[in-house]
């Protein structure tokens, strides 16, 4: 198996030294410890010259048994590790989790609470495109775009700690709610990011999107066809990249997408540059949903009613109405808690990364019998030797940079 | 509660035709189907032929001790329609010993790495996976755990490495 | 510099005079390269702390290099696995002399909330470990202070000659897993209880040859 140019013919070579050809490959190891893998992925490369003729990818190098914990903490307690799965934007996981429990459950939120987490999951997308597009500048030389996204996540996670106290691990919603409602101040915060965000935006895309050497290094590289996105089970932005219009939030609309107007971004190219040019779209999208939503967040409650048992009641309630005490305590005990029906059911979000759904097992108290995740990190890490057959070994940064790989989701 | 799509209807429909009487069940508009291990194979190819083109997840429960459960494991295959936009569960039920199944590698490549995930948590063997080795787990492991007879500490096997002090470092 | 009549030394306004174990510490605390050994969450707020806002290079350790041989302290950030520990192992013995190694995070100094199967519950089990961290993670102001802290003890405990690393009894206090030792090699001079005890085990034994 030979792809370099026929000037130079490794196979007949080989044979008049009675070698294999199989002999001049060279095997290069990368990883699990190297700042372009971003995290803790190793690829075995095997290599002609400068070319890639096959990659060998492993994980595991994180592997933490989230699924077995997510067996032995109630609906509750899971969120916080959910934080920690897909760690460049955590609030989206704390919403596909409960969002998950809640197809199970049978729960309707109140029309707030889906304005309310529309908005941060919204929130999240624009952090986590942030970072994976400045990680694909960062390894292929542009180190100021990298500064700038950083900045703007900062911005991001200072409306998320005046949200809820915590800047980056969030753990967010609950049960049939979230933990702490908007205040005016948040409301405030996102206001000024939306009316500076888009400025840096674009001062990112002129640095960026017509850039000769970042042009060059991305384009053509890494092409993946919309028959093999499909076949290879990509989502999210890298399946839109090559063309597969899927894309959750229009397609089964949960939470407020239904009622707000945006665009589905999508490229037909298929290579890094294009899945680079969809996440940068997707970002400028997510700014006009999060603009839609804050000027039409519903008043009333955030929570589902204490009549439901799900959330639990404000101080106000517990104090004051008798209703808000027995459901204060029964949500409190050890053996009390949901009523959870002996069945099993999958939901999923449109995570920035891709759909991102939990396959839940109930058996009848508030700890999930099996809590199965389904990341898209590791169909599209799959996907690696795949795009990178043929291509240098310089092109293995900008491929790797733009599947946004993260560890933690791979391995769970 | 009637099926929330005729066309997911039809295909329960064609599928039962082919292969016998199927156990099938809705919950919050989910339709899930039951088959037996040796038809899946076929099953699944001729749902891919019918617009479910998109294999979002295989995953496996350990039954073990689930209420009234019949089987010790449970895969489930989640598959959706990128044009319509429906979904569909299949299910299958193994029992021990040797749990095997036959690979779906040959209809989505998306399955690969699924199946060895399943193989290396589970020990859910799949017959005709072109490389069927342990994804997460490191090589040398021999317990398979997500099986729910695997505690969750594990058995020691996380303190089970040489130390390393400022003397011999 | 003068010498005068009654032997007291003279110093012009630009010469100072100091240890050179003092000297080679001043150089190394301000000169930190930092290895990240980033695996998770932390590694992101690692980041953070040498990105824009919190920006590391104010403290003189900015110089993230990602060879081993290249650096003095090694950032272990986020969980270490059971796969990823002899990878750990390997990277910290391929370090030089002087080391240092600061573990971020509750993951990487006790497990944290993953205490499964899978997950080495503190590095502090298998390699030495300097400072930690506290926090999940921590904010990046967290890792600056450990970062002047850890400043602050090589300044204090270090020596030209390296002295500091291989005072054995130092260090043995950090190791989890403690060697057993053979009842008759225990120094019993000063525990006459002990001493009793031995000498029944040693007539257990018998004589030795």
Redesign the interface.
């Known amino acids: 198996m030979s792809i370099a140019p026929a000037e130079y013919d490794v196979t007949n070579r080989a044979s008049e030294e009675g070698a294999r050809s199989e002999d001049y490959l060279w095997t290069l190891n990368f990883g699990p410890q190297h700042p372009a893998t971003h995290t803790t992925l190793r690829l075995v490369l095997k290599l002609e010259g400068e070319r890639v003729v096959d990659a060998m990818p492993e994980m595991g190098y994180l592997h933490s048994g989230f699924e077995k914990i997510g067996e032995h903490l109630t609906f509750n307690q899971y969120v916080t590790v959910t934080d920690r799965m897909n760690y460049i934007s955590p609030i989206a996981n704390n919403v596909a989790w409960h969002h998950a429990v809640e197809a199970l459950l049978g729960i309707d939120l109140t029309p707030r609470c889906r304005y309310v987490r529309t908005i941060v999951a919204e929130l999240a997308r624009i952090s986590d495109h942030l970072l994976s597009n400045g990680a694909v500048g960062l390894d292929t030389g542009a180190f100021t775009f990298f500064l700038y996204a950083f900045y703007q996540r900062e911005v991001i996670y200072d409306i998320f700690e005046t949200l809820c106290g915590a800047r980056f691990t969030n753990s967010y919603t609950r049960v049939g709610g979230v933990s702490q409602d908007f205040t005016p101040l948040v409301i405030e915060k996102i206001r000024a990011f939306l009316k500076t965000f888009p400025k840096t935006l674009d001062d990112m895309e002129r640095l960026l999107t017509r850039n000769r050497i970042f042009v060059d290094r991305t384009k053509g590289v890494g092409v993946l066809t919309k028959e093999e996105a499909i076949n290879r089970s990509a989502t999210g932005p890298v399946a839109r990249a090559s063309g597969v219009t899927r894309d959750l939030r229009k397609d089964e609309p949960y939470l407020a997408y239904a009622d707000l107007d945006f665009k589905v971004a999508c490229a037909s190219a298929g290579d890094c540059y294009a899945r680079y040019l969809v996440r940068m779209q997707e970002m400028r999208e997510s700014l006009k949903i999060v603009a839609q939503a804050l000027e039409n967040l519903p008043s009333g409650p955030v929570n589902v009613g204490i009549d439901q048992r799900m959330a639990l009641p404000t101080k106000q309630q517990v104090y004051s109405s008798i209703e808000g005490t027995i459901s204060h305590f029964e949500l409190s005990m050890a053996n009390r808690g949901f009523e959870v029906p002996f069945e099993e059911s999958y939901a999923a979000i449109e995570a920035p990364n891709g759909e991102l759904g939990f396959y839940i097992v109930g058996d009848g108290d508030d700890t999930a019998y099996r809590a199965r995740c389904r990341p898209p990190s590791v169909l599209h890490f799959a996907l690696f030797p795949f795009l990178i057959r043929g291509h240098t070994l310089s092109d293995v940064v900008a491929v790797l940079g733009s599947l946004n790989i993260i560890a933690a989701e791979l391995d769970r | 509660m009637p099926h929330p799509c005729p066309a997911v209807d039809d295909v329960v429909a064609e599928l039962v035709a082919r292969f016998g009487p199927l156990e099938t069940s809705v919950f919050r508009g989910q339709t899930r189907v039951e088959l037996r291990p040796a038809d899946t194979s076929d099953a699944l190819r001729l749902l891919k032929d019918r617009g479910f083109d998109l294999l979002v997840d295989v995953t496996c429960v350990d039954y073990l001790e689930y209420k009234g459960a019949k089987h010790r494991y449970g895969l489930v295959y989640l598959l959706a329609n990128t044009v319509t936009n429906q979904r569909l569960t299949v299910r299958a039920y193994l029992d021990d010993p040797d749990p095997s199944i036959r690979s779906v590698v040959p209809l989505w490549e998306g399955a690969n790495w699924l199946e060895r995930e399943v193989w290396d948590l589970f020990g859910i063997r799949f017959e005709g996976h072109p490389d069927l080795r342990r994804l997460v787990m490191p090589e040398e492991f021999t317990a398979h755990p997500l099986r729910k007879d695997y505690p969750l500490q594990g058995r020691g096997e996380r303190h089970n490495f040489p130390v390393i002090t400022r003397d011999h470092s | 510099m003068a010498v005068n009549g009654s032997s007291k030394l003279e110093l012009p306004e630009n010469v100072f005079v100091s240890k050179l174990d003092e000297l080679a510490s001043w150089c190394r605390k301000n000169s930190l390269w930092p290895m990240?050994?980033?695996?998770?969450?932390c590694?992101?707020?690692l980041?953070?702390t040498g990105?824009?806002?919190h920006d590391l290079a104010r403290f003189g350790a900015e110089v993230f290099r990602?060879s081993p041989r290249q650096c003095d302290l090694m950032i272990v950030a986020?969980?270490v696995?059971?796969?990823?520990?002899?990878?750990l192992?390997r990277?910290?013995?391929q370090m030089h002399e002087p080391k240092w190694c600061i573990s971020m995070g509750a993951c990487a100094s006790t497990g944290g909330?993953?205490?499964?199967?899978?997950?080495?519950?503190g590095i502090d089990?298998?390699?030495?470990v300097d400072m930690y961290v506290p926090g999940?993670?921590p904010?990046p102001e967290q890792l600056i202070q450990a970062i002047i802290d850890l400043q602050d003890k090589i300044q204090r405990e270090g020596t030209i000659t390296g002295r500091e690393?291989?005072t054995?009894g130092r260090?043995?206090r950090?190791?989890?897993?403690v060697e057993i030792t053979s009842p008759l090699s225990i120094d019993a001079s000063r525990n006459p209880v002990l001493q009793r005890e031995l000498a029944a085990a040693a007539e257990a034994i018998g004589p030795r040859t």
């Not at chain 3, 993953?114 to 519950?121: G, K, L, N």
């Not at chain 3, 950090?174 to 897993?177: G, I, S």
């Open positions: 990240p050994f980033a695996t998770a969450c590694g992101i707020e980041m953070a990105a824009s806002k990602f986020g969980r696995v059971m796969k990823m520990l002899p990878v192992q990277i910290w013995q909330v993953f205490d499964t199967y899978a997950v080495v519950q089990r298998f390699i030495p999940c993670p904010r690393f291989d054995a260090q043995a950090k190791r989890a897993l």
